[in-house]
């Protein structure tokens, strides 16, 4: 629920705990209530099941898990809520049912900045998804655990750029960074290069031996019709050879988020021809007083 409860995900890994909302004495945990929904009650009989001793897994949204843990203590008695959401206006908080853990640290990121974005075949079906909670079998499971310790899965939790426009501006002004002797395509409109049909390229640059690079970005992890997009771009823009001494080859980057293990399609496409380059973008800020 990081859209609605933003850092809820970061207060749950500093303080290694998990939780659960449904707040008392509306939502009893062992008495019936009128306030009765079959969500909580589906919540409540899970909750109930629960041990010290089991692993459980966060879910995020987009098929991501923020880490796998091990429970050390249950407090979701209706005497013990303490909400991971702060109270507001003298309301209860929320997500206080909570359960201790221990993160597992050799299975993903060290660091909640990041998360793990599970590959297709490590997927639980939407039954065990959608739920507050849900009872995965051991083999389901596992597949996530394996998941998590690629690294390859690892994927920042926030994109990095509020736009993908923000993206292509950084990459025109500091081409270099994304490949040393790279420059701006010499024409005016080398951000968002019109062609003559009105489609529009992000970033058009030279490398160093003078062939264009025609660079398309993506917030989130690329897709069949991104490389598809870019190849037509890279088809158009054989017609810019004529205005300006350039190389014989056209290039094309596509600059991408998500994890940086591609879905099988995706290197699938990437194999035909012309050849795309895949790039992941990371974005990493530093802050300094000032004087």
Same mark, same amino acid.
């Given at each position: 629920?990081? &859209? =609605? $409860?933003?850092?809820?995900?970061?207060?749950?890994? %500093?303080?290694?705990?998990?939780?659960?909302?449904w707040?008392?004495?509306?939502?009893?945990?062992?008495?019936?209530?009128?306030?009765?929904?079959?969500?909580?009650?589906?919540? !409540?009989?899970?909750?109930?099941?629960?041990?010290?001793?089991?692993?459980?897994? +966060?879910?995020?949204?987009?098929w991501?898990?923020?880490?796998?843990?091990?429970i050390?203590?249950?407090?979701?008695?209706?005497?013990?809520? =303490?909400?991971?959401?702060?109270?507001?206006?003298?309301?209860?908080?929320?997500?206080?049912?909570?359960i201790?853990v221990?993160?597992?640290?050799?299975?993903?990121?060290?660091?909640?900045? %990041?998360?793990i974005?599970?590959?297709?075949?490590?997927?639980?079906?939407?039954?065990?998804?959608?739920?507050?909670?849900?009872?995965? %079998?051991?083999?389901? /499971?596992? !597949?996530?655990?394996?998941?998590?310790? &690629?690294? @390859?899965?690892?994927?920042?939790?926030?994109r990095? /750029?509020?736009?993908?426009?923000?993206?292509?501006? /950084?990459?025109? +002004?500091?081409?270099?960074?994304?490949?040393?002797?790279?420059?701006?395509y010499?024409?005016?409109?080398?951000?968002?290069?019109?062609?003559?049909?009105?489609?529009?390229?992000? +970033?058009?640059?030279?490398?160093? &031996?003078?062939?264009i690079?025609?660079?398309?970005?993506?917030?989130?992890?690329?897709?069949?019709?991104?490389i598809?997009?870019?190849?037509? $771009?890279?088809?158009?823009?054989?017609?810019?050879?004529?205005r300006?001494?350039?190389?014989? =080859?056209?290039?094309?980057?596509?600059v991408?988020?998500?994890?940086r293990?591609?879905?099988?399609?995706?290197?699938?496409?990437?194999?035909?021809?012309?050849?795309?380059?895949?790039?992941? @973008?990371?974005v990493?800020?530093?802050f300094?007083?000032?004087?």
């Amino acid at each position: 629920m990081e &859209d =609605k $409860y933003p850092g809820l995900w970061h207060t749950w890994f %500093s303080e290694q705990v998990v939780a659960v909302g449904w707040w008392p004495p509306r939502w009893n945990l062992e008495l019936q209530s009128k306030y009765e929904r079959p969500a909580w009650n589906l919540a !409540r009989h899970r909750l109930q099941k629960m041990r010290v001793g089991d692993r459980i897994a +966060v879910q995020l949204k987009n098929w991501r898990i923020g880490r796998i843990g091990t429970i050390l203590e249950l407090r979701i008695r209706d005497e013990e809520w =303490k909400p991971t959401v702060p109270s507001q206006n003298g309301d209860k908080g929320e997500m206080g049912r909570r359960i201790e853990v221990r993160w597992d640290l050799a299975k993903g990121p060290l660091t909640p900045e %990041s998360a793990i974005h599970l590959p297709v075949e490590a997927r639980p079906n939407t039954g065990i998804w959608r739920p507050t909670l849900s009872e995965m %079998s051991k083999q389901a /499971f596992k !597949r996530i655990e394996e998941a998590a310790q &690629d690294e @390859f899965n690892w994927a920042p939790i926030v994109r990095g /750029f509020a736009k993908e426009t923000t993206m292509s501006d /950084f990459i025109s +002004v500091s081409p270099h960074l994304l490949e040393d002797g790279l420059r701006l395509y010499p024409y005016a409109k080398a951000r968002e290069h019109v062609f003559h049909d009105g489609s529009r390229s992000d +970033v058009l640059l030279l490398d160093r &031996d003078g062939n264009i690079v025609v660079v398309e970005c993506k917030q989130d992890a690329p897709a069949i019709r991104d490389i598809q997009q870019l190849r037509i $771009y890279m088809a158009k823009a054989e017609n810019l050879k004529t205005r300006v001494k350039v190389g014989s =080859k056209i290039r094309g980057i596509l600059v991408h988020g998500g994890a940086r293990k591609l879905k099988d399609d995706v290197r699938r496409e990437i194999a035909k021809s012309p050849k795309v380059e895949m790039v992941i @973008f990371t974005v990493n800020v530093g802050f300094a007083s000032s004087s």
